[in-house]
């Protein structure tokens, strides 16, 4: 005599419901990747989205007794082979007043290729706060073989800044992409 | 299904094995043949991990590059990891509960017998493509068993391998844990409800759930990883828009639960040990179950505090820290619903209860440093450091895998019929305690005092409690030669081993011979036929529920 409750379709039943929970686990673990997104954006975290887009500028007041100051960071993947550095290390600004800062890229790769650019900023919440009208890491850039050139950054720092900010740091980390974005040359 | 067909037969003469060693052990849906299988993968994962082990203690020995070279050394942190938590420990308790939860629960095998021979099947592959990454081009892996990103995709060839081995480990735990639940919910003796469950059992059928839940995230996470290095997607690539933080996210949020399907049940082990070497029902039952279970939902939301480190707000550290925190409480709930079964006890010092015991105070000094990694601004010193190797260490070999061995000792007997060598099994008791020690609490002072984690050099002020820390891992490793030893002598001799074994054992697997024959339970207990005057696990068949 066995256990009245060893049907296997009882069993079948139980499979399929803890099957599909595990499907919905698998899924979720995707599901994690747009709403990290959504958090992101949500709370301007470290926003690489927000970072890499042009802001139209309005009619901002510019904060003259306010001053911010930006240094500027170059970083290299350790693999690719370039030289990439700031020209502008560090700027002292004043808020709603638009700069530039530029940065020098020289390929050594050997061969044409394409560099995406990819920026962070530091204290990671201000992103928001942050607004470039022009950046060379907005699309990806084409260098010939041994070409090297000057990329420019355009940008504001915002009025409503939270006060306590004094210090930024805007970093970029060049990437050699050969297989993205435009063809070179 | 096959027993209803000769459950008569089997009825009569027990031993009904299959003849051959292929029919045996390659085709058995036998759930003691299958548990059996999956201990002796566990013990021989447990030996090759801890020969890498031994090399990284052996490295560690002196100051300066004496043995291997920084790759091979953070291959074998790596492999070690890797080997140790998917070949050694998920498989044991796998092993531990196939033997003991049909037994435990008068069924007379698991659920789903076919399924229960390919989920263990499935492992000796799994670990033959992740031992194999060792002789690839460009070595094993060697980014640390967390596989972030980056780094891990400079792995040479031996990414896809890695990957692919992870992909298996995952579903031979994912249809375990499927059959796990399907047995426990469908296949229990009339009258054994849910809480008059063995601990064991309960705390295995948490796990599974929390397998089931956390492992398909893994997989998901290291299918991210592949196609991001292969199929050019960017999840994790920040040149094309991804986030290599994101990666430590999706890991950890599989990362933490595991480390409760890790320890979750070895709890449940050591809640079958104290009470039989107390000669009392453990203490709060209930209070044990719902301890469990809330242990196992809050280890869903605490997942990074692994990342304190990455540059959250304070708001997610707080909550992280706080959240952390809490499981402290049920967490404390067992470890003095423990003390407290013993309190007035009876107790005495067999090889089982010696290691629950160690279990006890050791997993506590793990959870203590545990709690102190958790505080968010002390954690900016300790992460990465030997404090945390020495954390996780204390949980795991002196939680899970202490745990192990107390239920190998403890229900050795039933499973073979003989008793063991017991004076031995003090020796390799005692020796595993000391030596333990004297390899993992020196790695406190270490961490504490800068030592970083993953790297085959360290600074001379740091030599001598390396020193002592790999004197204590030689002593450990040599130390564990006398397990299989006990284990295999046990198997072929000695003395006979009663069906109580134990002097007051509780639980339905004691109502069997020693050894437990080859078909248990075809008919299922009655659960009036357990004794009287012991109440089942401190539910009180009598006057509970």
Redesign the interface.
């Known amino acids: 005599m066995s256990n009245p409750d060893n049907r296997p379709g009882r069993h079948r039943n139980l499979v399929f419901k803890l099957s599909i929970f595990v499907a919905g686990s698998f899924a979720f673990g995707f599901a994690l990747v747009p709403l990290y997104d959504v958090l992101c954006s949500i709370t301007g975290l470290g926003n690489q989205k927000s970072l890499s887009r042009a802001y139209a500028r309005g009619n901002d007041a510019i904060d003259q007794h306010r001053v911010v100051t930006i240094d500027f960071i170059a970083n290299l993947p350790s693999v690719g082979n370039w030289e990439f550095r700031p020209i502008t290390k560090s700027l002292e600004v004043h808020p709603g007043q638009l700069y530039e800062a530029d940065f020098f890229a020289h390929n050594l790769t050997g061969h044409d290729t394409t560099a995406q650019a990819v920026p962070d900023i530091v204290p990671s919440k201000i992103a928001a706060w942050f607004h470039k009208t022009e950046c060379f890491c907005f699309t990806p850039q084409s260098f010939k073989r041994d070409e090297q050139r000057v990329l420019p950054v355009r940008f504001f720092v915002d009025p409503q800044l939270p006060g306590y900010i004094e210090h930024l740091t805007l970093a970029y980390t060049f990437y050699d992409v050969p297989n993205r974005g435009d063809n070179p040359g | 299904?096959a027993?209803?067909e000769h459950?008569a037969a089997a009825h009569d003469h027990h031993d009904h094995k299959p003849h051959g060693f292929w029919n045996r052990w390659l085709t058995t849906t036998n759930h003691k043949d299958i548990g059996t299988l999956y201990l002796v993968f566990s013990g021989i994962m447990f030996f090759i991990g801890g020969s890498f082990a031994m090399l990284i203690r052996l490295e560690l020995f002196r100051p300066g590059l004496q043995f291997l070279d920084p790759a091979l050394f953070n291959t074998m942190t790596t492999m070690h990891a890797l080997v140790m938590i998917f070949g050694a420990v998920m498989p044991g308790f796998v092993g531990l509960a196939n033997w003991m939860i049909p037994m435990q629960i008068?069924?007379?095998d698991m659920?789903?017998p076919r399924m229960n021979n390919f989920s263990f099947w499935i492992l000796p592959f799994a670990f033959t493509l992740l031992l194999s990454t060792l002789l690839v081009p460009g070595g094993g892996p060697a980014g640390g068993w967390t596989m972030y990103p980056?780094l891990v995709l400079?792995t040479g060839s031996a990414v896809p391998l890695m990957i692919f081995a992870i992909h298996l480990m995952g579903a031979s735990s994912?249809l375990g844990a499927?059959n796990v639940?399907?047995t426990i919910?469908?296949?229990?003796?009339?009258g054994m409800t849910l809480l008059r469950m063995p601990l064991f059992v309960w705390t295995w059928l948490i796990t599974a759930y929390l397998l089931?839940?956390?492992?398909?995230?893994?997989?998901?996470?290291v299918t991210?990883l592949l196609t991001d290095h292969f199929f050019?997607t960017s999840?994790f690539n920040?040149?094309?828009?991804g986030?290599p933080?994101?990666f430590q996210?999706?890991f950890w949020?599989?990362g933490h639960p595991e480390v409760y399907i890790m320890i979750l049940p070895a709890f449940g082990i050591i809640s079958e040990i104290i009470p039989t070497f107390s000669g009392k029902p453990l203490f709060g039952y209930d209070a044990m179950v719902y301890a469990t279970a809330s242990i196992a939902f809050l280890s869903f939301i605490v997942w990074a505090h692994h990342m304190f480190t990455v540059?959250?707000?304070l708001s997610s550290e707080l909550f992280f820290m706080l959240s952390t925190m809490l499981i402290s409480i049920p967490t404390g709930v067992k470890v003095f619903n423990w003390a407290t079964t013993m309190w007035r006890g009876s107790v005495s010092f067999e090889p089982p209860m010696l290691w629950a015991l160690a279990f006890l105070f050791l997993f506590s000094i793990g959870g203590f440093s545990g709690l102190m990694l958790a505080i968010a601004p002390a954690d900016f010193q300790y992460q990465d450091t030997y404090f945390v190797v020495a954390h996780f260490h204390y949980v795991l070999v002196t939680g899970a895998i202490f745990a192990i061995m107390g239920a190998v000792y403890y229900w050795l007997p039933k499973w073979t019929g003989h008793m063991y060598n017991m004076t031995l099994a003090r020796w390799h008791f005692w020796l595993s305690a000391i030596f333990v020690n004297v390899l993992f609490f020196p790695q406190h002072f270490l961490g504490l005092a800068g030592m970083p984690r993953r790297v085959p050099d360290y600074a001379t002020q740091f030599t001598d409690w390396n020193m002592v820390s790999s004197i204590g891992g030689f002593g450990f490793g040599l130390s564990q030669f006398l397990f299989p030893y006990l284990i295999w002598k046990c198997a072929h001799g000695g003395v006979k081993a009663t069906s109580k074994v134990w002097d007051t054992p509780i639980g339905l697997e004691w109502q069997l011979p020693s050894p437990a024959p080859y078909h248990s339970w075809?008919?299922?207990p009655s659960m009036d036929t357990l004794d009287h005057g012991v109440p089942a696990h401190g539910a009180g068949l009598d006057h509970h529920h």
Do not use: K
Request: charged share 5%; net charge negative; aromatic share 8%.
């Open positions: 299904m027993y209803t459950s008068g069924a007379p659920a789903l980056p400079q994912i499927i639940i399907v919910m469908n296949m229990r003796a009339p089931i839940a956390a492992m398909p995230v893994l997989a998901g996470a991210m050019g999840f920040a040149a094309g828009g986030d933080v994101m996210h999706i949020f599989f540059g959250m707000p075809v008919e299922a």
